[in-house]
């Protein structure tokens, strides 16, 4: 599965810390109903076993909703079990190593701060950049912030798409209007919420007019 504008238009990064005791499958599903359009499992903390259990439930989830999943970091388990693609940051594995490792047709989405961060990752064979933090944001602690106008220039600087990233909801999404972004990441803003599925409609809304 590719990925294009559309497609990131409100892009999930899961997150175990908002389950309440239930399984990350049941509350992905209620995104999924409730409009994401592009999952990504982010896992910190798991083992590889399990991890690759959760990956493949994850990964069926979301091919039933015809939406791209890609693994967050762990180039490994992406090919082991077959996912849409992969999701790096500067610190990981650079863009042109991880296409060598995945392949021609796998999705490849590289995080940056800079202009040249993100004309690398393009030349490089990154489909997609995150850009960010652009709000604080308390689900990565070394996130630095970055401005709306430093999104902008990334925006104007390269031809693939770029989805913000950081301290997004429902609140401040609005102030990313004309920044020229294709969608946004969220955790929180969706997987927070006592109601999943109307946190995502609710943002996915908001999203697409600003977007448009």
């Known amino acids: 599965m590719k990925c294009n504008k559309e497609s990131l238009e409100l892009y999930a990064v899961t997150d175990r810390h908002w389950l309440n005791g239930r399984k990350l499958s049941e509350v992905v599903k209620e995104s999924l109903d409730g409009g994401v359009t592009f999952v ?40 082991k079990m077959d ?9 990981d594995m650079e863009a042109g190593d991880v296409r060598a490792k995945l ?9 940056a701060q800079t202009v040249e961060q993100a004309i690398m990752a393009e030349k490089r064979g990154a489909d997609y950049l ?17 401005s709306i106008e430093a999104l902008r220039d990334i925006c104007n600087a390269v031809s693939i798409p770029v989805i913000a ?9 609005a102030a990313l209007e004309g920044s ?11 997987y927070s919420k006592p109601d999943i599925r109307q946190a995502a409609q609710d943002l996915k809304n908001i999203t697409n007019s600003i977007i448009k």
């Open 165 to 173: 990233i950081g301290g997004i909801t429902h609140e401040n999404v």
């Open 83 to 91: 996912a849409d693609g992969v999701h790096v940051g500067q610190s």
């Open 130 to 146: 995150g850009v960010g933090a652009v709000f604080p944001t308390g689900s990565k602690s070394d996130a630095n912030e970055i």
């Open 40 to 79: 990504q499992l982010r896992e910190k903390d798991l083992d590889d076993e399990t991890f690759l259990e959760e990956a493949k439930e994850l990964k069926k989830l979301c091919k039933e909703y015809r939406v791209p999943f890609v693994i967050n970091d762990n180039v490994e388990i992406a090919i």
């Open 103 to 111: 392949g021609p047709d796998k999705i490849i989405g590289v995080s």
């Open 180 to 190: 020229g972004i294709s969608g946004i990441a969220v955790i929180s803003a969706i």
